[in-house]
């Protein structure tokens, strides 16, 4: 089956983190074609693609070599090398990339400084163009800017036969859920008429539930803002007590249990910050209950 796609790989080097990007009209794209590990790189391996390309690009790469020799090896003894598209970027953000002569047109990559981007039955290389240059100029997280490239290229056109799939997957040394894994940001959507937007709506959800609270953020918990969460926990049914506007223990084990139901635990603790509120969480529990 030719996985028809444009994706992107990139490296941050300020916060040491790998990434691939990428969107189809393909079910499930992302689960054969992105490929990240901390330290090692990344990899997007689309067209026929090869999924061996993924974890033994990664190997190589945690080896020492780097993507352009990868990128070698791994097309070394593939007799159907023409048929394939990959991208890599490497441990040091160094990157490479090949499309084969019997890619279905458009088809073609493009490098930039850490980061590379690649499509095939695509509806032009304004495409590329496109990706790259909203990379290069957008801000915030790597999976935000590797989210903009895909919003940039398929508003250029993107995969000329329509849209299905996205995903993102970002990678950084102890960057998963409980620090023991890299897997830092790993979203997908698999089925959906604007798979993009979807995808970006899920990135600003992570950066809600697992960001961390910026001091700027910090809110007091004053009367106001105590009375204002204790009605909504009254009307959740986390509180039975009066509105009044106190924060004692007994209304933070009362929000603590709210938060929790939440899964806000990254934005408000009683034991590390009893009487502050992240601002993002407020703002979450506004709009959410009102």
Known sequence: MHLNTFSIVAYDADAQSWGVAVASKFLAAAAVVSWARAGAGAVATQSFAKVGFGPVGLDLMASGK???EA????????PQREARQVGLVDRNGQVAAHTGTECHDWAGHKIGNGFCVQGNILTGSDVLD???DSFIASKGELADRLVAALLAGSTAGGDRRGKQSAGVLVVKDKGGYGGDNDRYIDLRVDDDETPIKKLKTLV???HLFFGTPKDGDRVKIDEAIARELQQIMLKQ????GEVD????????QAFWRMIGNENLEERWNPETSPKHIDKVALDYLRRRFG
């Open 204 to 206: 600003d959800a992570h």
């Open 245 to 252: 506007g106190s924060w004692d223990a007994l209304t933070q």
């Open 66 to 68: 780097s993507a352009s």
């Open 237 to 240: 049914d986390y509180w039975a």
């Open 71 to 78: 990128l070698t090896d791994l097309l070394a003894d593939d």
């Open 130 to 132: 496109a990706m790259s």
